[in-house]
């Protein structure tokens, strides 16, 4: 028996608890940044324009800096558990802002924030619906056959999803950044939700709160690492006069606090088929009766982690490489700051060594 049946009025009580707590957490921040910088910080600034819209999911392209671009465009697939202004978080602090400087041209999915209406969505809508319709989206727009993917985090997951289950997909180049892949290696992670009941969670939230989630996040790095958040606030109290960490670390919480939910199906199955059965890497995961088969991808692939990352490990994915049918491949392993999972977008590593090898990657590889 479900705890709605216990409590029917829980899923609109703990919703409106929600959305209070966020906005007066957002306001508070509004404040910080008001008092420290003037004005409320803005995200997301480099320009861009809508090209194609299903719903709330949209196919975003961010408009070239220069004449010149290379042909083979970018499709940039971001995670459903984060907004994805993370990867152009403010001017100079930018991975989109940085690839189009580089001559890249760059198109990204939004799955927007999904609700009530939207618990249905599964893998199956995502894989054979949602980007299948962007790929074709951005082939449209730039009268190219062809198109390089980029996935972050569970974005890398959906990636490989699409390339093992879509026959004659017009993928030339992949990048993975913080995709885990053998879920077995993800650690404390693993062990964690695996032992979650994910039908009882959905029969109590139905979309998954992304709280649930971060606060897990959060909880299993403290227990690696005692003294992480000791460190990190010390560090914020260390750098108060410097104006740009500061701005960084307003911008990350407000990011975390504006997560939107994770769809209701998405989510059981993510937790099934990855944590229970870790179906990925055993080749034993079936979407509208279609089996995955990692050896199927055999365009080039750069598959980049953090040594600290503790959601997405290093471990977890280096097994790709050799389940794939690739013959360009490589494998790099970033290092830095003790946030790994996003510092290897947003912190020094990112501006340092992430997006140049990212982009020199990319550039090599999108002439037609």
Not at 118 to 145: C, R, W
Not at 301 to 309: F, G, K, P, Q, S
Request: glycine share 6%.
């Amino acid at each position: 028996m479900s705890f709605n049946s216990f409590y029917p009025s829980f899923d609109i009580f703990y919703e409106n608890y929600r959305v209070l707590g966020k906005r007066a957490s957002l306001k508070y921040l509004s404040r910080i940044e008001k008092l420290l910088f003037g004005h409320a910080l803005e995200v997301g600034q480099t320009q861009s324009e809508v090209i194609s819209e299903i719903g709330k999911v949209k196919v975003i392209h961010y408009l070239p800096f220069k004449k010149r671009i290379y042909p083979v465009p970018v499709l940039i697939i971001t995670p459903l558990l984060s907004k994805p202004y993370i990867l152009d978080l403010y001017p100079g602090l930018s991975f989109i802002e940085y690839l189009l400087k580089q001559g890249l041209d760059v198109y990204l999915i939004d799955f927007g924030a999904p609700d009530n209406d939207d618990q249905y969505l599964g893998f199956e809508e995502y894989i054979f619906g949602y980007i299948p319709s962007a790929v074709e989206s951005v082939l449209k727009a730039t009268s190219s056959n062809l198109l390089s993917l980029l996935g972050y985090c569970l974005g890398g997951v959906f990636t490989l999803l699409y390339m093992t289950l879509t026959d004659d997909n017009p993928v030339k180049n992949i990048v993975l950044v913080a995709s885990p892949v053998d879920f077995s290696k993800m650690g404390l992670h693993y062990h964690y939700w695996r032992n979650v009941d994910a039908d009882q969670l959905v029969n109590t939230f139905g979309n998954i709160p992304p709280e649930l989630i971060i606060i897990s996040f959060n909880l299993i790095a403290g227990i690696k690492d005692p003294f992480r958040y000791f460190r990190k606030s010390l560090g914020f109290l260390q750098n108060i006069s410097n104006k740009e960490y500061v701005k960084r670390e307003l911008l990350i919480n407000r990011w975390l606090i504006e997560s939107p939910p994770f769809p209701a199906n998405a989510f059981k199955q993510l937790i099934k088929e990855f944590f229970y059965k870790n179906a990925l890497i055993k080749m034993d995961l079936r979407v509208k009766g279609k089996l995955t088969d990692l050896s199927r991808i055999r365009c080039p692939i750069l598959v980049l982690y953090h040594t600290a990352d503790v959601v997405s490990p290093p471990e977890s994915a280096r097994v790709l490489l050799d389940l794939i049918s690739s013959q360009d491949k490589e494998f790099l392993e970033v290092s830095g700051g003790d946030a790994g999972h996003i510092d290897i977008i947003i912190g020094t590593e990112g501006p340092e060594f992430t997006w140049p090898c990212i982009a020199s990657w990319l550039r090599r590889r999108s002439n037609k």
